[in-house]
């Protein structure tokens, strides 16, 4: 019997905002990658999910959301996601079941319509929504798209996501392998520790702090009497009162969200972690091309 080819591809995962394509990155990869939020908009660059077997390498890329820009982070999110189309074998158009097809659906509908590369659709949050709800979406779709299939699916509880990857794996070609056996993505480890702080900043402070946070790590490193790792981290706000959100009564938000992302990030870096947050005002740092560069945008 002839020797199987290996297998190997870029799979953009892309849709609006908030429809769940960090969700299912991490629940593919088994593994926390991608910050997840009920706010939308929190992902802002491209994170990359590595499987690899014997058999084949499946790059996921999960992209920021495309919607109208109005800020200079807003186009480079944008220009991030189209530019995550180019190189992709295979898209993943995510959807949501709960609010329907709507005009940023759309939109998107309408870019992928126009590239070369095939897709599957996927609508997100059935475990939200009545089966009756459910069939006109996908009937409308399958009758003016073409999509290579539609499938239904619950990151949250794992429906139909079997489905996902063995779709994704018989859509794959003979290709190499672009990362080393064991990596689970392309970003460092400082990037990890920086985007678990924002995620709790996001969750904790809800809708009182918007997207204008980002996270620096300062300083990493290893202590000379014990095994802990010292780890110092600022969370850069535009103004003064989204500073005194985050620090919070006496410190007592500033202290929640040290102590919820810090178990995360022993995780990440595989030993006790003492973690030191700052919290400094950095005026329109968004529209600030300096700042922006600073921060790693
Ligand atoms: N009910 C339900 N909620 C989901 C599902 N997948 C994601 N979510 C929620 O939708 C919100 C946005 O998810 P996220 O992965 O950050 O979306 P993204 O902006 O597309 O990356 C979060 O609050 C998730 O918990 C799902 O299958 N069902
Ligand atoms: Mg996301």
Redesign the pocket.
Known sequence: MPKEEFKSGFVA?I????????????FLLKEKI??????????RDNVQGIITTEKFQIVFV?T??IHQPHLPLGKQIVKKARSSLSGADLLLV?M?A?SGICEEDKRLLDLVRNTEIKSILLI?????VKKSRLLPIIEDLSVNYTFLDIIP?????G?NMDIVKDKVLENLSAGEKYYPDGQVTDKDIKFRISETIREKVLFLTRQEVPHSIAVLIEEMAQRQDKDIMNIRACIYVERDSQKAIIIGKKGSMIKEIGSTARPEIEALVGKKVFLALWVKVLKNWRKDPRALDMLGF
Do not use: F, M, R
Request: net charge negative; hydrophobic share 30%; glycine share 8%.
């Open positions: 995962i849709g609006k905002p908030n429809v769940g394509k960090s969700t299912i990155l991490n991608a910050i997840v939020s009920p706010k939308p908009e929190t992902t999960d920021p959301g995510v949501e709960t997100n949050k059935v475990d939200a699916i619950s990151a949250l509880s429906d």
